[in-house]
């Protein structure tokens, strides 16, 4: 019963999300509102962390499971994606270089200021 409760908090967060995304006119996908309001909540104590907690381990171990219909549809597809294979692996190459520099350096950062508040505390 409890996986149920903390499962309808999160279906009932993406459906928000899905609402802002019809009623807000920006490029940005209903799960990015999703995850920004559960966020918030978060943060400010509205929903607490031990309403959603194992349903949330749960589906973050089920995640690799939902890739699979995405990679038989790429298989499906070939015919198609054959001709754009190498401008699609380089633009891959470069994003996933960018994206993992770029989470370093925030990474890198946000330590650095944490480690300077710890040293102001003591």
């Not at 001709?83 to 270089?97: E, K, L, N, Q, R």
């Not at 925030?106 to 300077?116: C, D, E, F, N, P």
């Amino acid at each position: 019963m409890k996986y149920i409760k903390q499962f309808m908090i999160i279906i009932m967060i993406t459906f928000i999300g899905e609402c802002m995304n019809r009623l807000i006119p920006l490029p940005i996908p209903a799960s990015i509102y999703g995850m920004v309001i559960l966020y918030v909540c978060l943060l400010t104590n509205i929903i607490h962390l031990t309403s959603v907690k194992e349903t949330g381990k749960l589906l973050v171990e089920i995640m690799p499971l939902m890739f699979i219909p995405a990679g038989v549809g790429l298989l499906e597809s070939w015919d198609v994606l054959r001709p754009v294979c190498i401008p699609f692996i380089a633009i891959t190459a470069v994003s996933t270089v960018a994206v993992m520099a770029v989470s370093g350096r925030l990474t890198q950062h946000v330590i650095r200021r944490s480690g300077k508040k710890v040293d102001k505390d003591e």
